[in-house]
């Protein structure tokens, strides 16, 4: 059967870096909600400058809107078989609504929480630099922007910093990851289907558990 992977991890746990990777060398579709309302900002409608205005401020989009966004995208053809959820759910209603739409895609879920201190997550996230061509994720911490592989990308001129990574919105997004995501770990818990990973490791550690465990058939 095949699964919806679901990442659960605080702001800067590093869910992007790893649904990046398993899509980069497997192939497994990385849907990312947080993406997702990034690239509709450019568009301007009044939905688009609300949901602009939520996310500086830390908050989460509503579910229904987030909901009907993930069904449409995850419908596609490219998403058949296997795909990574970066970003969703974030709360209980989500996380309802997507064993629904599990049911209807006829897919197993399985979360992995990638669990790290939350003292490292604030550097983490306001070291936090992304090249805005290719989508490469770096840190002027813990990955500093050295040339990228790909011709095309000049680091100098496409590293951008998210809107949402300056210290107060990062606070105020952690608060919002305890209050409404961090139940969601006690939600596939309860139902045998989370694997803790331990997050605060190298990227190439964290990448080969969580790879060797989507293929395991828990
Ligand atoms: P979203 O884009 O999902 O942001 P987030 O959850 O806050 O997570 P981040 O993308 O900040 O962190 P990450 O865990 O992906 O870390 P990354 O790999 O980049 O959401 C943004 C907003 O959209 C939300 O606040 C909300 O408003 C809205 N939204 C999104 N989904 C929603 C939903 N379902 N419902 C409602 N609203 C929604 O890594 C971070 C940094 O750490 C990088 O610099 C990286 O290089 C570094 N790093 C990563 N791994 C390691 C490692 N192992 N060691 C050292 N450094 C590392």
Redesign the pocket.
Known sequence: MHKIIVLI??????????ARLLEERRGIPQI????M??EMKSSNTPLALEIQR??KE????P?DL?YKMVKERTEKEDCKGTYVL?????NVI?ADMLEELAKEQNKKVKAFL?DVDSDILEK??T???TCKVCGE???IY??PPTKCDRPECDLEKNLVQRE?DNLESVRK?LI?YEESTKPLIEYYEKSGRLVKIN?????EQ?YSEISRSIDDNS
């Open positions: 991890g605080a702001p800067g746990a590093g869910k992007g870096t790893q990312s909600t947080g993406d309302f990034r939520i996310m830390g908050g989460l989009v579910d987030t970066d970003g969703f759910p974030r989500q990638i983490r996230l070291g936090r630099r994720i770096f840190n813990f990955k949402d997004r919002t997050g605060d490791r190298e990227v964290i």
